[in-house]
């Protein structure tokens, strides 16, 4: 079986962990990963949704953080703080350094993202293949209050704010400024992005396409807004499966709460289904899964022509995870049936 995952960072870093346990030899996992999170620090091209996908699989993430790497020291970090520099508000790792360096020196280079994440992965044997979503740069931009002493400025490439308001890029929002009040997320430059390399394949070419519980604002949304991939998906010959990131009104982890009042969508897991929408209904899912927590859920779900279920849907440990994913390939393969 071919199976695509469109992923962000650590909700679909560990949904994939779960996913490959359940895959046979012959089936054939590519995920596309999100790179809208995506920021150029000291100098260094990071790419944190890429890399919680390669170390997660290639089994070298902190697991209690759900990024950046395990056993890790701060030397240069702490050097750099010395130094006021103005990365220092971004924690980078001591071996985390070295992929950021090795990515840098080959984007220089001028070697596509997409090469530069295929020779990154080499070392790490993921045992599925991860494709960025694009090789063009696009960032997250948030728009937020400004501060009272009016140092804010709008983001290059961002039109000037709301007077009182200002942009800073995502990891700003989420890692400085702890992910206050968002007016509005732009995922900047993705009109001229080109899907990476495989991408359209990828969707085209799937038995079954799955969105696991990443943040639909910041990494599913930004992946769909790269030019051709939602309608790659919708005329998509797999069957399309989400998983809920919401539960009982709540984020698993991370911020998909603070951020789903910028697109008008309310927290909870039919809210999000229905955002994404049936695709027979010009929406790109089949189906969707919830907790059992939002049974509720699933009438409305089916009424918008949505194959849906409930189950547990806390990550917690990998044979959980796994029974996710086995239920969403099984509600794909439901689907799929069901498709002319
Ligand atoms: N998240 C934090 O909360 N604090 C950090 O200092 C931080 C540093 C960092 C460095 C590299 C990297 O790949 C990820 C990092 N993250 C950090 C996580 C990152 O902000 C988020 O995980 C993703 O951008 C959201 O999926």
């Known amino acids: 079986m071919r199976i695509t995952v469109l992923s962000g960072g650590v909700g679909g870093a560990r949904f994939l962990l779960g996913l490959r346990a359940i895959c046979s030899p012959d089936d054939h996992v590519t995920v596309i990963g999100n790179t809208a999170d995506d920021i150029t620090l000291a100098g260094l091209r990071v790419c944190p949704d890429l890399d919680t996908v390669m170390y997660t699989l290639g089994d070298g993430i902190d697991a209690e953080r759900g990024w950046g790497r395990r056993d890790e020291s701060w030397h240069a970090m702490a050097e750099l703080a010395e130094y006021d520099d103005p990365s220092a508000w971004f924690a980078l790792g001591d071996r985390d350094l070295a992929t950021h360096l090795v990515r840098t020196r080959l984007l220089a280079a001028g070697v596509p993202l997409s090469e530069v994440t295929r020779r990154l992965c ?142 008008g969508v309310e927290v909870s897991a039919g809210a999000v289904g229905a955002h994404y929408g049936a695709r027979s209904a010009g929406g790109i899912l089949d189906g969707w899964l919830v907790d059992d927590a939002d049974r509720s859920d699933l009438a409305p779900l089916r009424a918008l022509g949505l194959r849906a279920a409930a189950m547990p849907l806390l990550m917690t440990d990998p044979a959980s995870t796994a029974a996710i994913a086995t239920a969403a390939i099984e509600l794909a393969r439901s689907a799929g049936a069901a498709a002319p």
């Open 122 to 263: 080499a070392r790490w044997r993921l045992g599925v293949d991860l494709l960025p979503m694009t090789d063009d740069p696009v960032e997250s931009h948030v728009v937020i209050d400004a501060p009272d002493d009016g140092s804010g400025a709008a983001a290059p490439g961002q039109p000037e704010g709301e007077p009182g308001r200002r942009t800073v890029h995502f990891q700003e929002y989420w890692v400085r400024l702890q992910a206050p009040k968002a007016y509005l997320v732009t995922a900047v430059g993705a009109d001229r992005a080109r899907p990476a390399p495989g991408v359209l394949a990828a969707i085209a070419d799937a038995d079954v396409l799955l969105l696991p519980p990443s943040n639909p604002v910041v990494s599913i949304g930004t992946i769909l807004a790269v030019p051709g991939i939602r309608t790659a998906i919708q005329r998509s010959r797999a069957a399309v499966v989400g998983v809920a990131p919401i539960i009982s009104g709540a984020p698993v982890r991370g911020m998909a709460d603070r951020l789903l009042p910028t697109i």
